[in-house]
């Protein structure tokens, strides 16, 4: 008995020892949930959240919200939080220092408070998960137009809520976003309100085809480009012919696409191909306004570079004039000329390989 006692003594001491001797780092951890900061109402009423800005996972080093930084070509950037319509936005702004107002707190903010710029806006929507938002591929000011990018407001990084292709807020989602644009923007910045562009990438295309382009597309008159993602309208599109005449629309995809979005792109680009024809629109009108392309392959979802997904988005961004210009050549690098008209085009998919690690759709 004795002899046992000691042997059971001895294996749970050196189970402590092994437990003491591994680093803290090699023991399992829950994932930690996006944290939420307090705010300071700001003159305008709106919300400012102070602090540290939230993560998805595996996005290291963001910058905390409210902090200015220096864009790659040199502009500043400045991080904000606002509340609208009762939910956090967070956003960033790149733009060259005498562009920020006075009041935003930019050293060499030269405009005054909503005032028009001469230049207009690119507006991104990131993913699912929030990788672009931080990432912030659009931060170059590029064929007249200044970046910003918008962050889901929800602990997923979302938009639009819910999952897979069921956007459960989208519409509150879509309203906050034109809120940000048409009433909170210029009090940081000076820019042309007639002159704003959208890019959507994966979860973010689904926000801006199933929502915003619907509801507010003909507000806008400009164009959206829908990488890796699209949805059909879900809800109603408000001054039809106005909207489906004025906004150009590029669905950019790769051939191994997520299985999900493979038939939900096409259904899309017939959906807004239907409401072009309805408008009066003839095949040579469509092809003007409504293009696609998904020659890639190797990539996978939104891998435009055949190498993987942060890199394809960032090529699609460089391009962004070549594609969305008005007088753009589509040429996107190392793809060739992607303003191939919807019309009489039909996508050519693949299956795609395994679980794909920027997959947008298995997140919950």
Same mark, same amino acid.
């Given at each position: 008995?004795?002899?046992? &006692?000691?042997?059971?003594? %001895?294996?749970?001491?050196?189970?402590?020892?092994?437990?003491?001797?591994?680093?803290?780092?090699?023991?399992?951890?829950? #994932?930690?949930?996006?944290?939420?900061?307090?705010?300071?109402? *700001?003159?305008?009423?709106?919300?400012?959240?102070?602090?540290?800005?939230?993560?998805?996972?595996? !996005? =290291?080093?963001?910058?905390?919200?409210?902090?200015?930084?220096?864009?790659?070509?040199?502009?500043?950037?400045?991080?904000?939080?606002?509340?609208?319509n009762g939910l956090p936005i967070r956003y960033k702004i790149s733009a060259p220092a005498d562009q920020f107002t006075t009041t935003s707190g930019v050293t060499g903010g030269a405009a005054a408070a909503n005032s028009t710029g001469a230049a207009g806006l690119n507006v991104l929507l990131h993913g699912d998960g929030g990788q672009s938002f931080f990432d912030f591929p659009n931060q170059a000011v590029q064929n007249n137009l200044m970046g910003?990018?918008?962050?889901?407001?929800?602990?997923?990084?979302?938009?639009? %809520?819910?999952?897979?292709?069921?956007? +459960?807020?989208?519409?509150?989602?879509?309203?906050? !976003?034109?809120?940000?644009?048409?009433?909170?923007?210029?009090?940081?910045?000076? &820019?042309?309100?007639?002159?704003?562009?959208?890019?959507?990438?994966?979860? %973010?295309?689904?926000?801006?085809?199933? &929502?915003?382009?619907?509801?507010?597309? #003909?507000?806008?008159?400009?164009?959206?480009?829908?990488?890796?993602?699209?949805?059909?309208?879900? !809800?109603?599109?408000?001054?039809?012919?106005?909207?489906?005449?004025?906004?150009?629309?590029?669905?950019?995809?790769?051939?191994?696409?997520?299985?999900?979005?493979?038939?939900?792109?096409?259904? =899309?680009? *017939?959906?807004?191909?239907?409401?072009?024809?309805? =408008?009066?629109?003839?095949?040579?009108?469509?092809? =003007?306004?409504?293009? #696609?392309?998904?020659?890639?392959?190797?990539?996978?979802?939104?891998?435009?570079?055949?190498?993987?997904?942060?890199?394809?988005?960032?090529?699609?961004?460089?391009?962004?004039?070549?594609?969305?210009?008005?007088?753009?050549?589509?040429?996107? *690098?190392?793809?060739?000329?992607?303003? +191939?008209? +919807? !019309?009489?085009?039909?996508?050519?998919?693949?299956? #795609?390989?395994?679980?794909?690690?920027?997959?947008?759709?298995?997140?919950?």
């Amino acid at each position: 008995m004795s002899k046992m &006692f000691q042997s059971w003594t %001895g294996v749970l001491s050196f189970i402590l020892f092994l437990l003491l001797a591994l680093p803290a780092d090699a023991l399992p951890k829950k #994932a930690k949930a996006a944290t939420k900061g307090t705010g300071a109402t *700001t003159g305008t009423g709106a919300t400012t959240n102070t602090n540290t800005a939230a993560t998805a996972g595996g !996005v =290291a080093g963001a910058a905390a919200a409210g902090a200015i930084t220096q864009a790659t070509d040199g502009s500043t950037i400045l991080d904000k939080t606002v509340q609208i319509n009762g939910l956090p936005i967070r956003y960033k702004i790149s733009a060259p220092a005498d562009q920020f107002t006075t009041t935003s707190g930019v050293t060499g903010g030269a405009a005054a408070a909503n005032s028009t710029g001469a230049a207009g806006l690119n507006v991104l929507l990131h993913g699912d998960g929030g990788q672009s938002f931080f990432d912030f591929p659009n931060q170059a000011v590029q064929n007249n137009l200044m970046g910003v990018v918008v962050l889901a407001p929800n602990k997923n990084m979302f938009w639009g %809520g819910g999952s897979g292709l069921q956007r +459960t807020d989208g519409v509150a989602h879509a309203a906050a !976003v034109n809120s940000l644009i048409q009433d909170q923007l210029s009090q940081d910045v000076a &820019f042309d309100k007639t002159n704003v562009f959208f890019t959507g990438v994966s979860g %973010g295309s689904l926000l801006l085809s199933g &929502f915003f382009v619907p509801a507010f597309g #003909a507000t806008y008159k400009t164009g959206v480009e829908l990488n890796c993602g699209g949805l059909t309208p879900q !809800v109603p599109v408000v001054d039809a012919n106005t909207m489906i005449t004025s906004m150009k629309i590029h669905f950019q995809s790769t051939q191994d696409e997520l299985a999900l979005l493979q038939p939900a792109i096409p259904a =899309a680009i *017939t959906a807004y191909q239907k409401l072009a024809t309805t =408008a009066g629109l003839d095949a040579a009108g469509i092809g =003007a306004l409504q293009t #696609a392309d998904n020659t890639p392959v190797g990539g996978g979802h939104c891998g435009f570079d055949q190498k993987g997904f942060v890199s394809g988005v960032q090529l699609m961004a460089t391009n962004y004039a070549n594609v969305m210009g008005a007088n753009g050549n589509g040429q996107v *690098t190392g793809i060739g000329n992607v303003l +191939t008209s +919807t !019309v009489g085009t039909t996508l050519k998919f693949v299956a #795609a390989k395994g679980a794909q690690r920027r997959s947008p759709f298995d997140m919950v």
